[in-house]
């Protein structure tokens, strides 16, 4: 290999936001590789976002950079190559001398100087343009996720080569016969050369991601050039190891092309990984076993510099956090990583899945709106990409885009002609293309929604606008569900939900809304590949204000800096880190359910959460258990949320959470298990505990090797004890001699007897009898019907979808009910109102029925030192103070206030023992408001 001319380093610079041309002398330098934002050039940004991080140099325009480097002697006169990575659309001159423009979002910018550069200085200059794309860009430009920043941000190199060279070397496995197929395209004079092919294995070290010794290795052998374009063939011999997610051994092929007297010409050593991924039937096979995909979204997200790194340790920092939590897949919303990703991917063993930078529509030649000249663009992105990342074992899957519309057949073709081209990969027509009417194209490898019909829904949450909601949203908590009759009925309804015409219908396009047309359809969809679900999750928290602080880039938190001031604004400022931690530990049981459900389905392949992290953008979607930066909010340790992803899951199946003392406890346990070592022989062991006191235990022999990714373990049936206050019971799961356990909370209730709730002082309103109960001093329990509130919030028990200011605006703009917003429960747990009601202090199970039959009184205008027992926590947007529950005197009474279905909340073990608590409350000495109101005042509020 000749030497390489590095480039990085310092720049004569110039910004030219109206693009008139340059205008020597340069006035400025900058450090590259890098952005005009990160390096703080160019007027700062007074503007602060809302819906997103700030970028405070955001510019928009022509960079012109300008450097001089020095060709010594021996690299005079060689093949030349300027090699930009990671860049936006360049214009390059050498010596004055144009050599054209590159316009690739996703891959390396090269140009080309076949005759050379003679010995002695030179001159580059490099025009940068983030205006002129000729697509939108997805999340390679977007603002709402890395930002449409201007520069250069990974290698600045010239390479050298002879006349004689490879020019792309690709290369296929075949895990079954452990062998390789290797494609050689040669330019120049070849006679009497030979290509040498050698092979070495190599374990990572995933700490420090040095290669450690090898531990296989193939004998080099040589084959004669006699042609421009070889294919061969090389075996790895019966110890070659596989790659995967979980053992992702790896192998550099030394490639040499030489005279056959033995000069070396040109050389290259490319890393692959042997393995064959690909559909069998419903799942995804690697190396002929079974592998289930427990994917996260990722949009590019690094706000301390606003870009994606190309540097390699830092992807296996951040790919190595992702792995922690029980991740083996990446998919790239409408972006494609930088080389840097794929290479710590194939280190760590997580399968990548790059996307195409479109949002949008894609049409053929009759269609009014066909822009030929960007549909050319994008699908040579795709050749693109095949080209320069193909030979990744990492790289196993590629989307076409994100929530695409269109034309079925113009999709199909552009999967067919990618499949012709590269086999290495399966492909997808996109990441839940036509929403509510989806299809299955004859070109697809694989399918990426979240239902197959409005109401075969495949994941746990929806936003309203794409309403009807999930079961983690609005069915009683259980851990029954799972999607298999949804991805496959066993009963056929024939044509359901379906479309017997060409129909307009809205749906949410980004951040706003969108009138397409939906395609007629025959028949009910029925899928008989891998189904992968979109976007699970997107349970929304209240922010982390403390997060500010991290923020010392040129990328600003301008917006929660606004929400806080919004928060203080409302006189609850105080309660930031409260709602912070309340809300967070709602989201983490949320997810768990999700995650849960997702592997209880045996017909599902795989998901992809949105997301383990947080989404700075579209309105500031906080959904991660981990921040932006990929740093630990202190929810949920890796170790316990991998009890819920990861490739061994154990599942405990039953229908409800809270039970009445006595009653049987019965739960089938069931494991989703990926892994290739046996269990035979271990135990599976359950305990059914109360605090530290085991109230029942089991175990069972495994005798089977339960190497089928679904097993079922056998059954739990416990008579759960006789108690006199409501208890928790903790059922814990494990699998001897493995990392393999579960815990589940589950609520028992002593009976109430009917006699004290028939005479208890329980109204709907201020009636007659409550007034007077209030004139002689006595307490009143004043449960309002949530329908007659009209100053409250309904109840919702999870939290918030998404963002709320995104999603209220676009089920506005689609005339459809904006969503709930709330984000769970802020409760006083320690108050002697809930004394017989134990409680942490954010929603467990026992508040789900409380909550769904409420409503939470809007108490914006009354004083501060009103603060309510049972708080709901609203978004960052409204920030109402919301009382479930409060307390007040009342002339000479006291009320208990709430806006709940009293009768429904009697029919239920744990609503009556809510409001058994709420009578003891007021029934003792501690039943002592502060804050007074009028029986006006009160009225004005719930039923102005």
């Known amino acids: 290999m000749l030497p390489i001319i590095n480039l990085q380093g310092v720049w004569r610079m110039q910004l030219d936001e109206n693009k008139l041309g340059i205008n020597t002398p340069y006035d400025d330098t900058i450090t590259m590789p890098n952005t005009t934002s990160h390096a703080r050039k160019g007027k700062k940004n007074e503007r602060a976002e809302v819906g997103a991080l700030t970028d405070e140099y955001a510019f928009e325009g022509w960079l012109w950079l300008e450097r001089e480097f020095e060709v010594p002697e021996e690299l005079a006169g060689k093949y030349c190559c300027l090699h930009l990575e990671r860049t936006r659309v360049t214009t390059v001159w050498v010596d004055d001398i144009p050599l054209g423009t590159r316009n690739s979002l996703n891959t390396p910018h090269e140009y080309v100087l076949k005759e050379g550069l003679s010995a002695g200085t030179h001159t580059v200059r490099i025009k940068v343009d983030n205006t002129s794309y000729p697509t939108k860009g997805g999340h390679m430009t977007s603002k ?72 296989h290795e193939v004998a080099e052998r040589m084959y004669p050039v006699d042609h421009n374009e070889m294919s061969i063939s090389y075996s790895l011999g019966d110890e070659a190891l596989l790659w995967s997610d979980d053992a992702p051994h790896l192998y550099k092929i030394a490639i040499t092309l030489r005279e056959v007297s033995g000069g ?92 195409l930078p479109f949002w949008g529509t894609i049409t053929d030649e009759n269609d009014a709106n066909h822009n030929q000249a960007e549909q050319d663009y994008l699908i040579e992105e795709g050749f693109a990409i095949l080209r320069s990342f193909g030979n990744h074992p990492s790289f196993v899957m590629m989307s076409l885009g994100n929530e695409l519309w269109g034309s079925k057949e113009k999709l199909s073709a552009i999967l067919k002609d990618y499949k012709a081209y590269d086999q290495r990969h399966l492909y997808t027509q996109g990441s839940n293309n036509f929403q509510f009417t989806p299809v299955i194209l004859e070109e697809e490898d694989f399918f990426s929604g979240v239902r197959f019909s409005r109401d075969r829904l495949i994941r746990g949450s929806y936003a309203m606008c794409d309403a009807p909601l999930g079961h983690v949203q609005t069915d009683l908590p259980g851990t029954m569900k799972d999607y298999d009759e949804h991805i496959h009925p066993q009963q056929h309804t024939g044509l359901e939900d379906s479309h017997s015409q060409e129909q307009e219908i809205q749906i949410q396009y980004g951040t706003v809304s969108k009138t397409v047309k939906a395609a007629a359809t025959d028949k009910e969809l029925i899928p008989h590949l891998p189904v992968v679900s979109h976007e699970i999750g997107q349970y929304a928290m209240y922010p982390d204000f403390a997060e500010i602080e991290k923020y010392t880039g040129s990328i600003k938190a301008h917006n929660f800096e606004i929400f806080r001031e919004r928060l203080q604004a409302k006189g609850i400022g105080h309660l930031a880190e409260s709602f912070f931690r309340a809300s967070g530990q709602l989201a983490v049981d949320c997810y768990k359910e999700e995650l849960e459900a997702a592997f209880r389905s045996e017909r599902l392949a795989g998901f992809q959460l949105l997301d383990l992290q947080d989404f700075s953008g579209q309105g500031t979607a906080l959904v991660g258990i981990l921040d932006a930066f990929m740093d630990s909010k202190g929810l949920i340790s890796a170790e316990e949320w991998r009890t819920f992803c990861s490739d061994a899951v154990l599942l405990a199946r039953f229908e409800k959470y809270n039970y009445a003392a006595r009653e049987t406890f019965n739960a089938s346990v069931e494991l989703s298990y990926y892994r290739q070592v046996p269990l035979k022989g271990e135990t599976l062991r359950w305990e059914c505990t109360q605090g530290n006191r085991v109230i029942s235990e089991g175990e069972q022999l495994i005798t089977e090797d339960l190497l089928k990714p679904y097993q079922k373990l056998g059954n739990i049936n416990v008579i759960l004890p006789s108690v006199e206050n409501m208890t928790q019971v903790t059922l814990k799961l494990s699998i ?58 309904e109840g919702l028990y999870s939290t918030d979808f998404w963002c709320y200011p995104m999603f209220r605006s676009i089920s506005e703009s689609m005339n459809k009910p904006v969503p709930v917003g709330t984000l769970g429960l802020l409760i006083q747990n320690d108050h002697p109102a ?103 005042a009160l009225n004005q509020l719930l039923f102005k």
């Open 144 to 215: 709402d996720t890395q930002t449409n920043w201007n520069g250069i941000t990974g290698k600045l190199e010239l390479k050298f080569s002879n006349e004689a060279r490879m020019s792309d070397v690709q290369i296929y496995t075949d895990a079954m016969h452990k062998s390789i197929t290797i494609s050689v395209k040669l330019d120049g004079v070849l006679q009497n050369t030979q290509i040498a092919v050698s092979a070495k294995s190599f374990a990572i070290d995933e700490q420090t991601s040095d290669a450690e010794e090898a531990v």
């Open 834 to 936: 809930l004394q017989h009601f134990p409680s942490e202090m954010h929603s467990t199970y026992p508040w789900w029925n409380i909550v769904t039959h409420s409503s939470s009184i809007i108490l914006d205008d009354l004083p501060a030192d009103l603060q309510p027992i049972v708080q709901t926590i609203d978004n960052f947007e409204r920030n109402h103070k919301l009382g479930l529950l409060f307390e007040c005197k009342v002339g000479k009474g006291k009320v208990l206030v709430g806006a709940m279905d009293y009768d429904q909340l009697l029919g239920q073990i744990e609503g009556r023992q809510f409001i058994h608590s709420l009578l003891q409350y007021m029934e003792s000495d501690d039943f002592q408001p502060t804050h007074e109101m009028t029986v006006d």
């Open 264 to 355: 070396i010409i040109d050389d290259r050593d490319i890393v692959i990984g042997l393995r064959d991924f690909k559909a069998s039937g419903d799942k995804f096979t690697i190396n002929n076993r079974p592998t289930f995909l427990r994917g996260k979204h990722d949009g590019l997200i690094f706000p301390l510099t606003g870009y994606a790194p190309t540097d390699v340790n830092e992807w296996v920092r951040i790919l190595g956090i992702s792995k922690s939590y029980g991740i083996n897949h990446y998919r790239f919303h409408t972006c494609c990583p930088p080389e840097a990703a794929f290479v710590a991917a194939d280190m760590l063993g997580i399968y990548m899945e790059p996307e």
């Open 736 to 793: 001897s001699k493995t990392d393999i356990y579960k815990s589940y909370n589950i609520w028992v209730y002593p009976e109430q007897e009917d006699r004290q709730f028939a005479g208890a002082p329980v109204y709907k309103e201020l009636t007659e009898a409550a007034l007077q109960r209030l004139e002689e001093g006595d307490p009143v329990l004043l449960l309002a019907s949530p329908g007659q509130v009209s100053n409250a919030i």
